[in-house]
């Protein structure tokens, strides 16, 4: 075969097989295109979607980080809210057990102070029965001493008043 036969099988063989079948010669032309693509494009969307993942990676990392957080905080709150009644129990109680005692203190005190109230005022009883008694001892000497001063004047003639005015000079001449 020469040169030119080869040639002309060959551009037989072409058409003729672009003959056989009209989808053939779009689909080499597809898988060209493909392969072209893929290997254009085969890196930059490896490096695209493998820093996706480890961006989705991360994010997914910081969200069970922020959960276990959540949850601890969860826990944490849970305990105080769990102590808290405790808490309120045990104020409740030591208030009522302050309270108790200061009421017993109060009581104490009151007592005391009822105490020495009554004290002082026996004192200021017995402070004025003692001058009431002294003004009663008074009232009755000068009245004992006007009554007999009215019963002496009633009774005394001038007789007894010189009797008495002579006893009363023979003492003060005694005296001297």
Known sequence: MTGSHQLRSIAFFVPAMFLIHPGIPKAVNLTIFIVVLYLLLRRPTRE????RLASVREMLDRAAREKQA????????????NRLDAELA???????????????????ETKKDIEKIREMAG??????KQVAMADLREFAATKAVDLAEQMIRREMTPADDAKLVERAGSEMSKVK
């Open 48 to 51: 695209f979607f493998s820093a």
């Open 123 to 128: 004192r200021e009883i017995e402070s004025a």
């Open 90 to 108: 045990e104020i409740k109680a030591q208030s009522e057990r302050e309270a108790a005692a200061e009421r017993a203190r109060m009581e104490s």
């Open 70 to 81: 959540a949850a601890a905080k969860m826990a944490e709150l849970d305990t105080r809210l």
